[in-house]
């Protein structure tokens, strides 16, 4: 079985590869399958998001579909920015999401977050699974660590005992909300 990742995002790409390489014979990004389709991500929920993502680009490919839609959650910010996470202080923009971010956390001292992921998988009959996963830190103060993507750099994983920008690779796809949803499809796919 084929797989397009609903992607162009190749730190998100690698990782998703990483971990369902030994489910599905070859694995492909937009970029890859030279597919342009960058569908309005207008859902309330991270799970509605990825679901319409899925349903826009099947009608592109007939690969089956992967998709997710992930966000950071602080506590404090009633969930912010939550869906919003992407384009929260600038379109695609991560350091200017980060900054909004932490602006926003300076009088607070209620710092914890979670990242939440929403993954759907849609194949090429229309049957879609879905599966989420989660991880819960802290928002530090300053930005720690050179890896990762988006708020890695000010994530602090509370099970790793460091940020996510300090984490190695093999480190965050052990823990990551990203990884556990991916991994928790993988269980739901055993069954059917």
Not at 72 to 81: D, F, Y
Not at 151 to 157: A, L, N, W
């Amino acid at each position: 079985m084929n797989l397009l990742i609903a992607s162009n995002n190749s730190q998100k790409i690698k990782e998703i590869k990483s971990i369902l390489k030994d489910r599905f014979d070859n694995i492909v990004s937009l970029k890859e399958a030279k597919i342009n389709c960058d569908p309005e991500e207008n859902g309330q929920t991270f799970y509605e998001n990825a679901l319409i993502k899925a349903n826009e680009i099947a009608k592109h490919t007939s690969f089956a579909v992967l998709a997710d839609d992930t966000g950071l959650c602080v506590n404090s910010l009633n969930g912010e920015p939550g869906v919003y996470s992407a384009r929260y202080g600038g379109d695609h923009d991560n350091a200017k999401n980060r900054n909004k971010l932490l602006e926003k956390l300076q009088q607070k001292s209620d710092r914890s977050a979670y990242f939440q992921t929403a993954v759907v998988l849609r194949y090429p009959d229309g049957t879609t699974f879905a599966a989420d996963g989660r991880v819960d830190g802290r928002i530090l103060e300053r930005e720690t660590g050179g890896n990762g993507f988006g708020y890695d750099c000010i994530f602090f994983c509370d099970e790793l005992g460091k940020s996510f920008g300090e984490a190695t690779e093999e480190e965050k796809n052990a823990v990551s909300h990203r990884s556990r949803a991916l991994r928790n499809l993988l269980n739901k796919l055993k069954y059917n």
